[in-house]
């Protein structure tokens, strides 16, 4: 019989708002975004990635996001944080009342060499002055690692050099990381043996998992996290996201899907399956497209009950 070393209960932090909408063409309305983001609040979701506060040329859904953190109803028991790229990103965040920013960097030389002309060392020093203005100002302050699993420029990434990048984080002040597959690369036993890795070698960080299911492993890959004993996962209402720099790329792990295995499998999540689906349909509708969550095309387990 297989034995699998699984938590009683994980938290999973949904990042449709930021990394779900950010490629969409049909912009959303301020009401909008506020309307979804009180529905996440009242399924059960303790994390919420806001937005990201990027330049609103390079990002127009984005160009909102400080005006949706001022019409948050902020609850106590909620995190809403916000993706920032460099200190004015950090100075829009302050102003507007956010209260959690993340930074991120990519784990691959050559793509962050050819984009900043820095390897991701350099850039995370760079940093310090995000880290400072933000912890001065009360805000909370976590990093990301992107493509950390594998990237289109070096294909497999040396755990050695995540290590080093991990480091530079901690060099800054910065304990909570997120290992964020965007390419759509990692495979199980790869995320298994790298969370294992990382976890015994930095015990003092915080660690969660960001997967995009580009070649169909996101759930899979999230299950050999959790065997690795990560208990934080990012995930995205019906699938929606993308990589603008990975040609063929998906959104990330669907938000129902994770929610209903978890619920079979007896893993607490704190978030309510119905209300879950509810917020996908809402999102289809508002941006006027089919997501691609398997829970919304086929439904629930209980569904197929004849005898309801």
Known sequence: ?????????????????????????????????????????????????????????????????????KRIDMKDDVEYRALVFNLKGVERAVKCGCRKVKLNVSASKAHNLANVNMTPEESIAKFKDCVDLAMSNGLEVSGSISMPFGSPWEYKIPVDDVKSIVNAYLTVGVKEISLSDASGMAVPNQVYDMCTELKRTFPEV?????????????????????????TWFDSSFGGLGGCPFVPGATGNVVTEDIVHMCDEMGIETGIDLDKSISIARTVERLLGKKLPGYILRAGKNSDLLKNK
Do not use: Y
């Open 1 to 69: 019989m297989l034995i699998l070393k699984l938590p009683e209960k994980i938290t999973l932090c949904e990042v449709g708002l930021r990394d779900g909408l950010q490629n969409e063409s049909k912009i959303l309305t301020v009401d909008e975004k506020v309307e979804i983001l009180n529905m996440l609040v009242d399924a059960g979701f303790k994390v919420i990635e806001v937005g990201s506060f990027a330049h609103p040329k390079a990002v127009p859904q984005m160009a909102t996001t400080d005006e949706v953190f």
């Open 206 to 230: 915080k660690w969660i998992l960001h997967f995009h299911n580009t070649r169909g492993l996101g759930i899979a890959n999230i299950l050999a996290g959790m065997q690795a004993g990560i």
